[in-house]
């Protein structure tokens, strides 16, 4: 059985929340059985937000995730919050422009994308989740590129429409950076 447990976490205004809908969306259009949970702080932007994921081949029995075997953390905290709850050989996506310290675990593989200098490069830094997102696909496997590209489409319309090849070609960034990180 192929199950994917996802935490995405950060501050809000980040990206996190899409970041995890496009997980979700792209798995929708492969078929496979999806939840999506978000969770926010108490204050809206600048608070913590985090929202899990679970895509699966079998239904899903619960939308909530205590051991997840992925995460993509966006912020210092939510390093501090859900690495120690990351299973065993799980994956670590981590914005490295964001956390300037080191993961304390060794049992896990880690992935470190300077989503936000390569956001930047691209002439949106608000594209830095969809560098995380690209990163999490190609380490994870979760969804294929094109079923994210498609999910992609379905969001971004009027007058987001203009922001999807930046966003396409972000994606693209990160799976580069995944790829030479993987070897």
């Given at each position: 059985?192929?199950e ?13 929340m ?48 205590d051991k ?5 953390i966006f ?40 989503a ?11 594209a ?43 994606i ?12």
């Amino acid at each position: 059985m192929m199950e994917h447990k996802l935490i995405a976490a950060g501050f809000g205004g980040q990206g996190v929340m899409l970041f995890g809908q496009m997980v979700a969306q792209a798995g929708m259009i492969e078929g496979k059985h999806v939840t999506w949970l978000p969770s926010y702080g108490p204050e809206m932007r600048g608070g913590t937000a985090n929202c899990t994921v679970v895509v699966s081949d079998e239904p899903v029995a619960s939308p909530v995730v205590d051991k997840p075997n992925e995460i993509a953390i966006f912020n210092i905290p939510s390093l501090l919050k859900f690495e120690p709850m990351l299973e065993e050989n799980g994956i670590l996506v981590l914005n490295t422009s964001m956390i300037d310290r080191e993961p304390t675990r060794k049992d896990i593989t880690i992935i470190r994308v300077p989503a936000n200098e390569v956001a930047d490069k691209l002439g949106t830094l608000k594209a830095q989740n969809m560098v995380m997102l690209g990163a999490y696909i190609e380490v994870a496997k979760t969804v294929s590129v094109e079923s994210v590209f498609k999910a992609l489409e379905a969001k971004m319309t009027g007058k987001k429409a203009q922001f999807l090849d930046v966003n396409k070609k972000a994606i693209e960034e990160g799976m580069k950076i995944a790829r030479q990180q993987l070897g």
